[in-house]
């Protein structure tokens, strides 16, 4: 998966947690319907291995971004596309700079 998406199904899943109807999630973020019922369906469905992968890393990474950049206060979905490029700017960051402890303290697509 790459990390457009998972910013994308990150922003998402806020959005769902927040009570947003997926149809204005997909419209908001430019998904198609399908792509977003997909994810946040897969996400919640626990039988789901994959799906829960890749919701521990979702909210791994969401806490993350929510922790060292955004903070904790609820966005409008209007906020979306300004959100978005922030948010793929700290991507940047995250994966070429940000020390990684898993990773003894290198990024993961560092030197």
């Known amino acids: 998966m790459d990390m457009k998406n998972v910013t994308r199904i990150a922003l998402a899943w806020e959005l769902f947690e927040q009570e947003v109807p997926k149809l204005h ?8 319907r399908a792509t977003i019922y997909r994810w946040l369906n897969g996400i919640q469905k626990k039988g789901d ?3 829960f992968n890749e919701q521990a890393f979702i909210e791994a990474f969401n ?7 955004l903070g904790w206060v609820k966005y409008q979905p209007k906020e979306i596309p300004t959100l978005t490029k922030e948010v793929e700017n700290w991507l940047d960051y995250y994966h ?15 030197n």
């Open 96 to 110: 070429t700079r940000r020390p990684h402890l898993s990773l003894a303290m290198r990024p993961p697509l560092g």
């Open 49 to 51: 291995l994959e799906a």
């Open 25 to 32: 999630i997909a419209r908001d973020l430019n998904i198609g």
């Open 63 to 69: 806490r993350s971004l929510r922790k060292e950049y």
